[in-house]
């Protein structure tokens, strides 16, 4: 297989890369000053029951080396403890929230990928134009904008159109599919057009910087020079190449989503992972707050690992 | 080089001299000046705050939420503080964040830039690979979690955005500081004799500076930006007021539900209008130190037809 | 006969960044007869490249143009792409020089030239990939490399894939710009004698755009030597060696070196070309030249004809008999 130690070496940097985001997070949650945040245990109103039995999975009255191999060995069983708040496993807590974060935020991406790129497209074919000064300018416009403030702005905009809060409507009782499902595109909306439009932007500029860099190749003369439509020069020759950055810029944007995630769920209370972590520091619950932090470094590193895969499948020419 | 395109040999002055570079990139385009201008505009009234906010800051000039009026163009928070006044502190806490946090984190980057790349070999494998592993962690909920452990402060503040937003800058200091170690002039500088640390401030630093100019405007953006999420996330420092802040209590007082738009909407404005205009600058910057000689072969326009012109000796 | 191609009155000018204007090509004429070889010489920046890419309709969008170019008697110029397009490679096709990007990295040799084929309804399909494997056979590649990526070729590879590309559809013109420029010797020697080969096989007429004599020497039969965006000289390719009129002409043939007569000194021209996004008075050549005088300084000299075929724009001519 092409380039297989490139795809070992990849896989290896991510394999370290969580571990490093393991230890960090064991660190930073056990080794800070304060008790309340060392000890695992200490859920509050929990029966003395729970607390021994925390206590025994997870070495709590050990050395800290042996806490440490301990919380290793928990973490592949997938034990993150049991939240303060609601007394229920971590890892219960988080799956719900991720199920909950993760059609948004695809909505979400999807949405700046393909309105990015066109527009970016779009300004690179009309350099110079008018055309291409909006475009540029409405990117870095959204691109300024603080999520947080245009998740606000937008329910200025549509409050009493769309709905503004939750992802379900709680009135509806056991509402049948297809209202269900209305009722749940309704609420979605929103919060996954602000990330969108807060994303988008980055993808503009960079599309239309690759676009334009690949319309100054040579192969792009040859390729008029043969006798091909410029539409057809731009679709078949120009937009391929051009794309190989973006493979790149959805890997690194992936901080930034987690980021806009946190505030937008925030913003239209959005029962997702983003939310989860807020709460979880609004009140101190440190389980969740160690388990969800862990949860999306680690989600970044694989998102990272295959873009990095993708891009490399894509350009023929890196082989190392 | 194109060799099958056209290389077009415009006479003009190189770009990559360090002094006016800065000021002359700026006169090229229009959109940076105007992004310096609103900067400086902003920067300006943050600094004469003190002095020139029409009301006192704690000072309860009406009702709760009191909506836009002559005396007040913007309205009242949820305190009945007059929201111009807000704005003016709020921009000056928000650029002190800003950059502050920007110097903590040029500071690392940059001596993390300009190590790796000067030394080259273990120094850089090693200095890169950590700056590898602090990319890839996300900022905000690494942010969130510091924050939440150590307490809200102004310092803790500007101390955790720092310590985020330096990799971009290492990366791209090492890139230059490497092209720049190969120049005939520091590999002299080296054969005479001449101390990493004299090489580096006299040789290096210079050729450096402009991008790192760049890349500073660049980073005060972000950092602006995290303050603000910070704040709305309740990790801000609840002593001061940044615009961040003023957000955040609007969100939390329900501002919407009480119809205060005005509460929310222009703080975020001058937050965007100086992340925008640091965009703007920053980017200009970037781009008049990576120009684009190439010729686009293609776009929307083509080449244009000129009427026939007499022979050739007639002035042209 | 009716020439295959005709340039007349050819300007060309680039917008500058500044807001200023380059006159990259002033006033250049030539024609071309079916199955003819004629070499375009000159220095880097001189215009031959740019006059070759005006020939196809090539130029980028910030450039305008001025003249007439006749492909069999049609004008191609004043029609745009519309009239030019249905031409290119069909009746006239160009080979730049094969560095990395002249071919699409990311697809394989085969699917460029199966592209080609396609586009111009040569062949579809199947029957197409096997064209597009003969096509390389006969430049000397073997079929099973049409599955490669241009970076997986040589430098000397690609630019005869290039050179199979381009003959794909049986052009009547073939432009080559710079084809040996950044191959070493022994594979420029074996291209040249691809060109010549194929050239002759197929009664193609080629335009050889370099700025390298022997080349030149090697494969074409008329010259015209080009200074500054104009016209310095033409004629046949002896003339120009044997007889050449204008001083610059003179010198770049003398610039090269003679391996059979080592002792002969090298001579190379002082200075550089004039800036072209000003107005010149006189001469273009005259701060480099060595027989320069008074005239050549405030009086532009036209191109004169001598006969033939033959031009040549210099003050000296009058002087001077040859």
Request: charged share 15%; proline share 6%.
């Amino acid at each position: 297989m092409r380039g297989a130690d490139y795809v070992l070496k990849r896989l290896a940097f991510a394999v370290v890369t969580v571990f490093v985001a393991v230890t960090i997070n064991f660190a930073l949650f056990r080794l800070a000053p304060g008790s309340a945040v060392t000890n695992l245990s200490r859920v509050p109103h929990a029966t003395q029951q729970l607390r021994e039995a925390l206590t025994k999975q997870f070495g709590l009255n050990k050395s800290k080396g042996a806490q440490y191999v301990i919380y290793l060995k928990q973490l592949l069983h997938g034990n993150l403890g049991v939240s303060f708040e609601n007394e229920q496993p971590v890892s219960t807590n988080l799956r719900i929230a991720l199920i909950n974060t993760l059609p948004m935020v695809f909505l979400g991406t999807l949405f700046s990928i393909v309105i990015g790129t066109l527009t970016g497209v779009i300004a690179a074919w009309r350099r110079g134009t008018p055309t291409e000064t909006l475009t540029v300018s409405s990117a870095l416009g959204f691109y300024s904008m603080p999520t947080h403030w245009l998740g606000l702005m937008l329910i200025i905009i549509f409050a009493g159109i769309l709905p503004t809060g939750g992802m379900t409507n709680e009135f509806l009782l056991n509402p049948p599919f297809w209202t269900h499902v209305r009722d749940l595109a309704s609420h979605i909306t929103l919060p996954s057009l602000t990330l969108g439009l807060v994303l988008y932007g980055e993808y503009t500029l960079i599309v239309r910087s690759a676009m334009l860099e690949t319309l100054g190749e040579d192969y792009i003369l040859t390729a008029r020079a043969k006798g091909l439509r410029p539409w057809t020069i731009v679709r078949r020759h120009a937009l391929r190449n051009a794309m190989l950055p973006v493979a790149t810029l959805i890997a690194l944007s992936l901080g930034y989503i987690v980021a806009g995630a946190i505030l937008i769920e925030t913003v239209f209370s959005w029962p997702g992972i983003g939310r989860a972590v807020y709460e979880a520091v609004l009140q101190r619950d440190y389980p969740m707050l160690q388990g969800a932090f862990l949860l999306l470094t680690i989600s970044v590193v694989i998102c990272n690992l295959v873009a990095d895969l993708l891009y490399f499948k894509l350009d023929p020419r890196i082989t190392e | 080089m194109s060799s099958a395109g056209i290389m077009i040999e415009a006479p003009t002055t190189p770009a990559q001299t360090r002094r006016g570079f800065v000021l002359r990139t700026l006169r090229a385009k229009p959109a940076a000046t105007i992004g310096l201008v609103v900067l400086m505009i902003v920067v300006l009234v943050a600094v004469l705050a003190p002095v020139i906010a029409p009301y006192g800051l704690h000072t309860q000039v009406g009702p709760v939420f009191g909506s836009p009026s002559w005396s007040h163009p913007l309205g009242l928070d949820d305190g009945g503080i007059d929201m111009v006044t807000l704005l003016m502190w709020g921009a000056r806490i928000s650029l002190v964040v800003g950059f502050a946090a920007t110097v903590v984190s040029m500071a690392i980057g940059g001596t993390v830039g300009v190590l790796a790349g000067y030394f080259g070999g273990v120094v850089e494998t090693i200095l890169m690979r950590i700056t590898d592993y602090f990319i890839v962690v996300p900022d905000v909920p690494l942010m969130i979690v510091v924050a939440a452990i150590w307490g809200p402060s102004l310092f803790h503040i500007v101390i955790v955005i720092g310590i985020l937003l330096w990799t971009s800058t290492a990366r791209v200091i090492r890139a230059q500081v490497k092209s720049v170690r190969e120049r005939v002039y520091v590999k002299r500088a080296r054969a005479l004799g001449a101390g990493h640390t004299r090489i580096v401030l006299r040789h290096v630093l210079p050729q450096v500076a402009p991008l790192l100019i760049a890349n500073t405007v660049l980073t005060v953006a972000v950092a602006i930006f995290d303050e603000t999420a910070l704040s709305f996330l309740g990790l801000g420092d609840p002593s001061r007021v940044s615009l961040g802040k003023v957000i955040e209590n609007a969100f939390e007082r329900a501002a919407i539900s009480a119809g205060a738009w005005w509460a929310i909407v222009p703080p975020g404005a001058v937050v965007a209008l100086i992340i925008l205009a640091c965009s703007l600058v920053g980017g200009a910057l970037e781009d008049a130190l990576n120009p684009r000689l190439r010729v686009a072969h293609l776009s929307a326009r083509t080449f244009r037809l000129r009427p026939l012109v007499g022979r050739s000796d007639s002035a042209l | 006969m009716t020439p295959l191609l005709e340039v007349e009155g050819l300007h060309v000018w680039f917008d500058l960044a500044d807001g200023g204007e380059l006159h990259a090509v002033q006033d250049v004429g030539l024609t071309l007869q079916p199955g003819e070889r004629l070499g375009l010489v000159g220095e880097s920046g001189c215009g031959k490249t740019t006059t070759a890419l005006a020939i196809m309709g090539l130029l980028p969008p910030s450039a305008s143009a001025a003249g007439r170019i006749l492909l069999e008697g049609k004008d191609v110029l004043a029609g745009g792409e519309a009239t030019i397009r249905p031409h290119r490679w069909v009746d006239i096709a160009i080979v730049f020089q094969g560095a990395m990007n002249a071919l699409n990295p990311v697809r394989t040799i085969g699917a460029q030239i199966v592209e080609a084929l396609e586009l111009h309804e040569v062949v579809r399909g199947a029957a197409a990939r096997d064209r597009a494997g003969d096509l390389l056979e006969s430049v000397g590649i073997p079929a099973r490399r049409a599955e490669r990526f241009p970076h997986e070729l040589s430098g000397g590879m690609r630019q005869r894939a290039a050179i199979a590309m381009a003959l794909s559809c049986e052009p009547k013109v073939l432009i080559a710009d710079e084809p040996t420029t950044a191959l070493d010797v022994m594979v420029q020697a074996q291209i040249l004698e691809l060109l010549d080969g194929l050239c002759s096989d197929f009664g193609l007429a080629l335009i050889l755009v370099t700025h390298d004599l022997p080349v030149v020497a090697q494969l074409c039969d008329r010259g015209v030597v080009m200074y500054a965006g104009r016209i310095a000289e033409r004629g046949t390719v002896e003339e120009l060696y044997h007889e050449p009129h204008h001083p610059y002409t003179r010198l770049l043939f003398a610039a090269t070196p003679d391996l059979d007569d080592l002792d002969q000194p090298i001579v190379s021209i002082p200075g550089a070309p004039p800036r072209l996004d000003r107005p010149l008075e006189g001469c273009p050549f005259r701060p480099r030249c060595d027989r320069a005088f008074e005239r050549c300084e405030t009086e532009r000299p036209r191109l004169r004809g001598f006969g033939d075929g033959r031009e040549a724009a210099c003050h000296l001519d009058q002087l001077v008999s040859v």
